[in-house]
């Protein structure tokens, strides 16, 4: 009897052990998209509407070290501070810059990012047209 106890004791410490490392992993991989899954392919499919002129990258610029507020938390390099929790998205991560679109990044910015530090910063911060501008901007860490 003690033994079969024991025994169920163990199975369930187990799974929940399993259970919460796949919590954990959700947004523990930062490849994965952090998007609602219906939206995917429609941001995917969005363009920035505007072109990557030297202007649009400088005014994006100012935009990540000034009133975005994106530099406390990303860093002057973009590899992002180390902070408690998750990290702030490392821009120089060649695979991250290819899988991640402008779309589902316009998103992140009207939205920020559930469970973790990433605010929204489209509509309260920054204009529609400044995140734009600031998605070219975080292009230029990996050129
Ligand atoms: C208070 C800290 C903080 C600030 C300010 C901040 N971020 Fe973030 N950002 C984060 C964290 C933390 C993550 C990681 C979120 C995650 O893994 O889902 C992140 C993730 C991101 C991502 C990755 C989203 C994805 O789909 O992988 C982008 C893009 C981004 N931030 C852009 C910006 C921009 C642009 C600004 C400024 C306009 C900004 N962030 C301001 C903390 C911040």
Known sequence: MMRAINLILIVAFVLLLGWGGMAGAFHSDIYE?????????????????????PERIETGRKIYFGKGECVTCHSEN?????????????????????????GEIMWVLRNGSAGTEMPVRVGKV??????????????????
């Open 33 to 53: 998209p952090r998007v609602p899954a219906e939206l995917l392919e429609e941001l995917q499919d969005m363009d920035n509407p505007y072109p990557a002129t």
């Open 78 to 102: 973009g590899k992002g501070k180390k902070l408690p929790g998750h990290s702030p998205r490392n821009f120089t991560d060649p695979k991250w810059q290819e899988i991640r679109t402008d």
């Open 126 to 143: 920054i204009s529609e047209e400044e995140g734009w501008s600031v998605i070219h901007f975080i292009r230029t860490f990996i050129h």
